[in-house]
T-cell receptor, first 109, second 112 residues
Framework: LAKTTQPISMDSYEGQEVNITCSHNNIATNDYITWYQQFPSQGPRFIIQGYKTKVTNEVASLFIPADRKSSTLSLPRVSLSDTAVYYCLVGARDDKIIFGKGTRLHILP | DSGVTQTPKHLITATGQRVTLRCSPRSGDLSVYWYQQSLDQGLQFLIQYYNGEERAKGNILERFSAQQFPDLHSELNLSSLELGDSALYFC???????????FGPGTRLTVT
C-alpha cells in the first residue's frame, strides 16, 4: 500500500511555473502515479498519469526519477484559475485507494 | 462534464434514516469507486467495484453497503444515518482498475 506525502500548501504568482512534489517511498513495481485537481464542492479532475521518466500533456508535465520514490507535477504559467487542491495518488489494482490530504495551491495576482 | 452521473445532487434527511445514492459510470468504464469527503477533508475511499465484483474496500462503515449492477451502474446505501455522515459523496469510474478515474459531480448529504 503506497502512502504519499505532499506539502500541505503552496503559494505562487500568476505566470510562474509551479512544481508540486509527492513522496512515495514504498511504491510497488506495478504502481502508476496519478495526479488530480479538485475545486471546492466539485469532484476531482484527472490531470496526468505516469509510470517512469517524463510525461507531458496539454496542461501539465509529470517527472518521475529512476527510483520512482517521488514524482513532481509541473504546471507551466499558472493562472488564478489554477487555485485548487492537488492530489497525488499511487496505487495498484487491488489496493484500497489513499488520496491523502493533497496540496492546497493558492495563486496570487 | 466527466460523463459520470450521480443522483440525487442534494439529499437532506434525519438521523436514523436510510438513503440510496446512485451512480452511472462513463460509457465503457467497468470500474466504479465511491468516496466520502467531509467539510475541508480529503477524499476517503469507501469501496471499488470492477465489472460487478467488489475489488477493494476502504474504511467503509458496516452501516454502509454498495453494489454494482449488471448494467454497471452502482448504488451506495447508507443506513442508520448519523450527523457525522453529512458529507459529499463522490462516485468515480475508470475503464479498468488503476486507470485514471473520472469523477461525478457528487451527492451532498445533510443529516439533521
Amino acid at each position: 500500500l503506497a502512502k504519499t506525502t505532499q506539502p500541505i500548501s503552496m503559494d505562487s504568482y500568476e505566470g510562474q511555473e509551479v512544481n508540486i512534489t509527492c513522496s512515495h517511498n514504498n511504491i510497488a513495481t506495478n504502481d502508476y502515479i496519478t495526479w488530480y485537481q479538485q475545486f471546492p464542492s466539485q469532484g476531482p479532475r484527472f490531470i496526468i498519469q505516469g509510470y517512469k521518466t517524463k510525461v507531458t500533456n496539454e496542461v501539465a508535465s509529470l517527472f518521475i526519477p529512476a527510483d520512482r520514490k517521488s514524482s513532481t507535477l509541473s504546471l507551466p504559467r499558472v493562472s488564478l484559475s489554477d487555485t485548487a487542491v492537488y492530489y497525488c495518488l499511487v496505487g495498484a489494482r487491488d489496493d484500497k485507494i489513499i488520496f491523502g490530504k493533497g496540496t492546497r495551491l493558492h495563486i496570487l495576482p | 462534464d466527466s460523463g459520470v452521473t450521480q443522483t440525487p445532487k442534494h439529499l437532506i434527511t434525519a438521523t436514523g434514516q436510510r438513503v440510496t445514492l446512485r451512480c452511472s459510470p462513463r460509457s465503457g468504464d467497468l470500474s466504479v469507486y465511491w468516496y466520502q469527503q467531509s467539510l475541508d477533508q480529503g477524499l476517503q475511499f469507501l469501496i471499488q467495484y470492477y465489472n460487478g465484483e467488489e475489488r477493494a474496500k476502504g474504511n467503509i462503515l458496516e452501516r454502509f453497503s454498495a453494489q454494482q449492477f449488471p448494467d454497471l451502474h452502482s448504488e451506495l446505501n447508507l443506513s442508520s444515518l448519523e450527523l457525522g455522515d453529512s458529507a459529499l459523496y463522490f462516485c468515480a469510474s475508470s475503464v479498468v482498475p488503476q486507470d485514471e478515474q473520472y469523477f461525478g459531480p457528487g451527492t451532498r448529504l445533510t443529516v439533521t
